[in-house]
């Protein structure tokens, strides 16, 4: 399978059995996991719930296929957190599909996996190593306390909102990021911590001009207490997307 997949274009592989399978895909930040469901996997559904439940794993697309010899269903798997459960012995060809569909996630999401790739190899990390790994992405990104106390932004936040550091730092998320048309951040700001994540259009406020749409994914417990928001232009505004 691994060879067959490689053949579609998957570029790196990594697998691991039961007992290793959560740690491995902490460590990889994977841009999918795939769960093979047979005999030898006696509670798949036990293990998407404990990939659901790590940080580093929480907002995986998770994809288990099904084998005739295994016994789980594919509503408890959906259940306990999947994205998507495949009947056993699918084509090679839908099964690169499915992991390539399930693998497109939005920019937002993708500049989040990124700077969790960038922390995985420090062994403690802090805010200051947060901090250095949203700058290397292009993606405008803020970090926020629990409380939504802002503690750090990139310079692509400093650019796209022309507020200084100093009048960021120490204010709320919210301030900054507002509801346009989705859901308000600091309604739902207790619900994201339980989640794990939070997406949807905002408006992004800019100290010389008008808020601008935007669309927002934020990851809760990138570090501990640290939660990370990441944000694009709106679809709608192509003329901000080339700038």
């Not at 802090?126 to 250095?132: F, P, S």
């Amino acid at each position: 399978m691994a060879r067959t997949l490689r053949a579609y274009g998957v570029r790196q592989l990594e697998g691991a059995p039961r007992s290793r399978a959560v740690q491995a895909a902490a460590r990889a930040i994977p841009d999918v996991i795939l769960v093979l469901a047979d005999q030898l996997l006696k509670e798949p559904a036990v293990l998407v719930t404990e990939l659901r439940a790590h940080a580093a794993t929480r907002d995986t697309p998770i994809l288990v296929r099904l084998s005739a010899d295994g016994r789980a269903s594919a509503d408890t798997l959906l259940m306990a957190g999947a994205d998507r459960v495949l009947p056993d012995g699918p084509e090679t060809a839908a099964l690169a599909g499915a992991l390539f569909k399930l693998s497109d996630v939005s920019v937002q999401q993708r500049a989040i996996r990124d700077v969790r790739r960038r922390l995985a190899p420090v062994a403690h990390p802090t805010l200051v190593h947060l901090a250095a790994a949203m700058q290397d992405v292009k993606t405008i990104m803020i970090a926020a306390e629990s409380t939504g106390r802002c503690v750090a932004a990139n310079d692509g936040f400093v650019t796209a909102t022309a507020f200084s550091r100093d009048d960021i730092l120490g204010h709320a998320l919210w301030n900054f990021v507002h509801a346009n048309g989705g859901r308000d951040l600091r309604a739902n700001w207790d619900t994201l911590l339980v989640v794990g994540s939070f997406q949807g259009p905002c408006a992004l406020r800019r100290k010389y001009a008008g808020p601008a749409p935007a669309d927002v994914y934020v990851a809760a417990h990138v570090l501990r207490d640290i939660h990370l928001a990441a944000i694009s232009s709106a679809p709608s505004r192509p003329s901000e997307d080339r700038r």
